[in-house]
């Protein structure tokens, strides 16, 4: 019932940017917070910013603060994370997922299938 897609991923030289779009269709009124995540081959998921339901509210894993910004359109019904100084350490699969229950709670419900990141040195 509830369907994301992330877009925006690619192949991009050190201290290049990206942006990468997650639109959200199905039961998504009311809106819910939402967050960016990543995972690179031999490490663990990590989560790399996330956003409130009204986008008043913002946080960036220690990783990426200064060179991300996340960010929301409801009306699209679209999130986005802007990176920017990518780094080859910011190689993976970005995913983003919908936290329904709010960031305190931090359970994330639903999730997309994944744009790829590769950072060339």
């Known amino acids: 019932q509830v369907q994301l897609v992330e877009s925006g991923g690619g192949l991009v030289q050190a201290g290049g940017s990206l942006r990468l779009s997650c639109v959200a269709s199905g039961r998504t009124i009311p809106t819910y917070a939402m967050g960016w995540f990543r ?3 031999g490490k663990e998921r990590e989560r790399v ?6 986008g008043d509210n913002t946080y960036y894993a220690d990783s990426v603060k200064g060179r991300s910004t996340i960010s929301r359109d409801n009306a ?6 802007q990176m920017n ?6 190689t993976a699969v970005y995913y983003c997922a919908l936290a329904p229950a709010g960031l305190l709670v931090g359970r994330y419900d639903y999730w997309g299938q994944g744009t790829q990141v590769t950072v060339s040195s």
């Open 76 to 81: 699209k019904n679209t999130v986005y994370l």
């Open 85 to 90: 100084s990518l780094k080859p350490e910011d």
């Open 39 to 41: 995972q690179a081959p």
């Open 49 to 54: 910013a996330a956003i409130s339901r009204s």
